[in-house]
């Protein structure tokens, strides 16, 4: 059964840059899609990214394109979001996910992923 497990966030001002981590155990399958999530108080938890791990494509949410960065490290079961020019408006708990093995169609989708971490709260400052 494998474990999800979120790390990095944290307050930031409007501008900067966060890395949220997210590490994978108990499970050592190589072809799935790894999602990250973002729900802020009142709103609908909404994709972000996303990245299949056998190939490395990736895929992004039209808010984050260009500012924010999804990437693996195969050796140690993590997927990394780097997050650049932070607003405000990315002001959420982030959540990372895990899909049984298959691609990243319908990647924007909860029901895509069956495995979710705790979250870990985003904060920017203006």
């Known amino acids: 059964q494998p474990h999800v497990a979120e790390s990095g966030g944290g307050s930031v001002q409007n501008g900067e840059s966060l890395t949220l981590s997210c590490e994978v155990t108990g499970s050592t399958a190589t072809s799935v899609c790894m999602g990250w999530f973002r729900q802020a108080p009142g709103k609908e938890r909404e994709a972000v990214a996303a990245?299949?791990?056998?190939?490395?494509?990736?895929f992004y949410a039209d808010s984050v394109e260009g500012r924010f960065t999804i990437s693996q490290d195969k050796a140690k079961n993590i997927t990394y979001l780097q997050m650049d020019g932070l607003k405000p408006e990315d002001t959420a708990m982030y959540y990372c996910?895990?899909?049984?093995?298959?691609?990243?169609?319908?990647?924007?989708?909860?029901?895509?992923?069956?495995?979710w971490g705790q979250g870990t709260q985003v904060t920017v400052s203006s």
């Open positions: 990245i299949y791990t056998f190939t490395g494509s990736t």
């Open positions: 996910a895990r899909s049984s093995p298959g691609s990243c169609n319908y990647w924007a989708t909860t029901n895509r992923y069956r495995w």
